[in-house]
């Protein structure tokens, strides 16, 4: 099959694929990118395959950089955009399931796309718009269904990491997953306590954002793949519970996805929990602040306090999923109040300690930063107009 339209990123990657075919090598579109065009959806990075060995294709061309040389990866820079250009290769025996034990780098596409993990993954376009389709993803596409590449148990043995990229697919196209593909992916979870959680963390993050993310997940609840991830053994049914948002609700962020999966899964210590997530400190900081913003709302309206603890837009994506939730929501009063805060952070204050010493005598302390946070909170509170002379003035009365 051709592709009619090459589509426009294609089109300008072109002169990368002439390039390493004028020095005598094979090059071709490969991987997602070519299955989202063929699907007519919006492709991403457009990823290169080429029989030249990495020294080969950093001779080629004048700007390269050095990212993943040990798997055949060069960076290629063309004009302001970038192209990852990997030598086609094999993947032996996986000692450790993590890695593979030896990568090998070969002349042959055949052997490169068999290593891939789904058909509908495996296609190969040249600069024509022909499309290589040797596993016949093709068909399964039109069938939209994800079936690994060659003998599916064999594949996720050698890397269980495509279990969860099974689901993250599933999600990200709402196709069925193969019966055998998916009894293998069943039989073969526990193989995931040997992948790297952040590798992990990726996958079901993609998942939970992705437009289909019921589909995966029941998946990934059917194959009780959950009993092999982090603080999650067990948790069917509190999973479960994560099918009562409003049907067509997808998340709006990482933060808020990875909110509403601890919320089902009453988590108590979210730090502790993205801790053996390994996420950032950062994400598990505005995912605790968004747990708090819910749980201040199960209580009632937030007042200006609670809306000055936290940014408008974690308080109005915790409505969002309150929404979700089918419970009461007033994103309006709380843009009002927010709104309505003259400060948004103590920074903004006409006062600092360093005034309070030097013109009220106080000494740094304690009680020093008793006497700021009085002064923030009057502020906050609209009690207090955050302006220099009328902050003086409330000092002096208050001595
Ligand atoms: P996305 O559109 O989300 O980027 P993608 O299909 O491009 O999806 P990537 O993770 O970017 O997925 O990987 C690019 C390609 O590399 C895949 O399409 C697949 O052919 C191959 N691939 C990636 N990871 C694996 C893996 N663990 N096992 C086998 N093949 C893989
Ligand atoms: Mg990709």
Not at 137 to 153: F, H, I, K, P, T
Request: aromatic fraction near 10%.
């Amino acid at each position: 099959m051709k592709l009619t339209k090459m589509p426009s990123e294609f089109q300008k990657a072109l002169p990368v694929l002439e390039k390493i075919k004028e020095a005598g090598f094979e090059a071709y579109f490969v991987g997602g990118s070519v299955r989202d065009a063929i699907l007519n959806r919006p492709i991403h990075d457009v990823d290169i395959a080429t029989s030249s060995y990495p020294e080969e294709t950093k001779q080629i061309f004048p700007r390269t950089a050095d990212i993943g040389i040990e798997h055949g990866t060069v960076l290629v820079l063309d004009g302001d955009e970038e192209y990852e250009v990997t030598t086609f290769r094999t993947e032996d025996v996986y000692v450790d399931y993590r890695r593979p034990s030896s990568v090998s780098f070969v002349r042959s596409l055949e052997e490169d796309l068999k290593r891939r993990d789904f058909t509908v993954n495996a296609f190969a376009l040249d600069e024509t718009g022909k499309i290589v389709d040797l596993f016949d993803g093709l068909r399964d596409l039109e069938n939209q269904v994800l079936r690994a590449v060659g003998v599916a148990s064999e594949r996720f043995n050698e890397d269980a990491l495509r279990i969860m990229r099974g689901f993250r697919f599933q999600a990200s196209l709402g196709f069925e997953l193969e019966q055998e593909t998916f009894e293998a992916m069943k039989a073969l979870t526990p193989l995931l306590d040997k992948i790297s959680v952040e590798r992990i963390f990726v996958e079901f993050d993609k998942l939970l954002l992705a437009p289909y993310w019921r589909v995966g997940l029941s998946s990934m609840i059917e194959s009780q793949a959950y009993d092999y991830l982090p603080d999650m053994v067990g948790s069917q049914e509190k999973l479960q519970s994560l099918f009562d948002l409003e049907k067509d609700f997808t998340f709006e962020s990482s933060e808020q996805a990875w909110a509403a999966l601890l919320w089902v899964l009453e988590v108590e210590d979210a730090q502790q929990f993205l801790k053996h997530w390994k996420t950032s400190r950062q994400f598990a900081k505005q995912v605790q602040n968004l747990l708090s913003i819910l749980a201040l709302r199960e209580e009632g309206e937030l007042g200006n306090r609670d809306c000055y603890r936290f940014d408008l837009d974690l308080l109005l994506q915790a409505e969002n999923l309150r929404r979700a939730q089918g419970k009461e929501v007033n994103p309006q009063a709380i843009t009002e109040t927010y709104e309505s805060l003259t400060i948004h952070d103590k920074k903004e204050m006409q006062i600092n300690g360093g005034i309070l010493i030097k013109e009220y005598g106080y000494h740094p302390g304690p009680e020093l930063g008793d006497v700021l946070e009085e002064i923030e909170y009057a502020i906050v509170d609209g009690n207090l107009d955050n302006e220099v002379e009328a902050i003086h003035a409330y000092l002096r009365e208050r001595k």
